[in-house]
């Protein structure tokens, strides 16, 4: 304060708020660089662990990850699309060719009976 250090009590979690940072310090027991131990870790004032630059990194390599596997089930999807619009295309053709032979069919029966369509 003032430019000078003082002391701060810690709170009841025995995290220590530091104003000028915003965050708050505290003991957090766990693995970091392999080695179990209980650490100095920063805070979120909400009460959240801020992760070390190695989580932040690991965490946005997931959420590349899980965007990447993301990306590949759409193009699946839109692959899948494409080929059931195919698939619904051709039969359409199938049924007009029918359609068509069918009329012509009867067309040429109607003659043979004598019926004039002209």
Sequence with gaps: MGG????????????????????????????????WAAWVRWWHPEGRLLPTLEEALRAEGQEDRARASAAEALAAAERAERVAAQERAAEERAERVAAEERAEQLTARLRALGIDLD
Excluded: M
Excluded at 5 to 13: R, W
Excluded at 21 to 32: C, R, T, Y
């Design 4 to 35: 000078r250090y003082v002391d701060l009590a810690p709170d009841v979690t025995g995290r220590i708020y530091s104003q000028e940072l915003g965050v708050s310090f505290g003991p957090w027991e766990g693995v970091f660089r392999s080695e």
